[in-house]
């Protein structure tokens, strides 16, 4: 389970951008997860709402993001899911395939109440 230290470094961000905006409130959080980072939204969620309990951040919500893994094969040129990390094309069954997507895990927005 590696959702706790995702979290605490997603609260370390978010203060440090909280500081551009004092006085202002945290009411909603965006995030966008990569199918390959492998993280349970139910617990990314939950470390959040205990992390955050008792600080300036307590009550906002987390949202996520989920993005599908892609890969772009280097031969036929055809973008392809990816499976458990499996690049193999499904068209032309070549393996130097290069990852679109999947792997992000961005904070994108604050939502703030002044």
Do not use: W, Y
């Not at 961000?13 to 349970?40: C, D, F, N, S, W």
């Not at 055809?78 to 997507?101: G, I, W, Y």
Request: glycine content about 4%; overall charge negative; charged content about 20%.
């Amino acid at each position: 389970m590696h959702e706790p230290s995702i979290v605490e470094a997603l609260i370390d961000e978010i203060q440090r951008q909280l500081r551009a905006h004092p006085g202002a409130r945290l009411r909603k959080v965006h995030v966008r997860v990569g199918q390959l980072r492998h993280v349970v939204p139910e617990i990314m969620s939950t470390c959040f709402d205990v992390m955050t309990k008792d600080t300036p951040l307590a009550g906002a919500e987390l949202r996520l993001e989920h993005v599908p893994a892609t890969a772009l094969c280097a031969q036929c040129a055809r973008t392809f899911p990816v499976e458990d990390n499996f690049f193999a094309c499904p068209s032309c069954q070549a393996t130097d395939a290069t990852l679109q997507s999947g792997n992000e895990l961005e904070l994108t927005s604050l939502e703030l109440i002044s």
